[in-house]
């Protein structure tokens, strides 16, 4: 089974700075999907960024990127230039291909940007 | 881009009483839904994988009795919260599988809050 662990519950930034959350996973897997979702207050969770594992590129969206570590099994977020709509809960979720589409989740990180 | 919806928003139940919520996809076909709950701050957790014409698929520890999931059709499915009782108020979230992209991307509905008093 897979799990996913992202060890910083609560994170702040200052507006317009640079945030990194962080998200290590385990698995024996070799072709999977990683995500990085957001839920704001609304609760909507919306897709951020998504990182194919075959891919050596970094995934980037705009003031959002990525750093995949395939070996070390780390995929972290960057937020650059932090906005106060940034302020949101962050979940790192992976999925195995072949999975039905089921994804394991990690529990969170809660971002607060400060003006 | 791809929509899901969620009907209601928010419901407040009786204990004893049973509740449906509605899953959509509006714009696309999903062969698969996933329903979620949710706990205040805390991560999702999968309840079930709902399948189009077949029966749903539960995580261990998920009563299917109690939480009935109906895939009618590939643009809805059902979760019906059977004889609830206060310890199933919660968040419930469903998301959506475009089967048709290339993409394993799965698409969040808005969620419903349940109460049950």
């Known amino acids: 089974a897979q799990t996913v662990t992202q060890s910083q519950p609560e994170m702040s930034v200052q507006e317009a700075e640079t945030v990194t959350l962080s998200c290590t996973y385990d698995?024996?897997?070799?072709?999977?999907?990683l995500f990085w979702y957001k839920q704001p207050p609304s609760r909507q969770m919306i897709l951020v960024i998504r990182?194919?594992?075959?891919?050596?590129q970094n995934a980037t969206e705009n003031r959002f990127s990525v750093n995949f570590q395939k070996a070390a099994k780390s995929f972290s977020l960057k937020i650059s230039d932090s906005q106060l709509g940034d302020t949101a809960m962050y979940f790192c979720?992976?999925?195995?291909?072949?999975?039905?589409?089921?994804?394991?989740f990690g529990d969170g990180t809660t971002l607060t940007v400060k003006p | 881009g791809a929509v899901v919806s969620q009907h209601p928003s928010w419901v407040i139940c009786k204990s004893g009483t049973s509740v449906k919520i509605e899953c959509r996809s509006l714009?696309?076909?999903?062969?698969?839904m996933f329903w979620y709950r949710q706990f205040p701050k805390q991560s999702l957790m999968l309840m079930a994988t709902?399948?189009?014409?077949?029966?749903?698929?539960?995580e261990q520890g998920v009563e299917k009795d109690k939480f009935l999931i109906n895939h009618a059709s590939l643009t809805l499915s059902t979760l019906t919260v059977t004889s609830a009782h206060p310890e199933d108020s919660s968040f419930y979230i469903c998301?959506?599988?475009?089967?048709?992209?290339?993409?394993?991307?799965?698409?969040f509905g808005p969620g419903t809050r349940l109460t049950v008093t």
């Open positions: 998301s959506a599988r475009d089967a048709s992209g290339g993409a394993y991307e799965q698409y």
């Open positions: 698995t024996s897997e070799n072709n999977y999907y």
């Open positions: 990182q194919e594992a075959y891919k050596q």
């Open positions: 979720a992976f999925m195995k291909l072949g999975n039905a589409g089921k994804s394991t």
């Open positions: 714009d696309f076909q999903a062969t698969t």
């Open positions: 709902s399948n189009e014409g077949s029966k749903a698929t539960y």
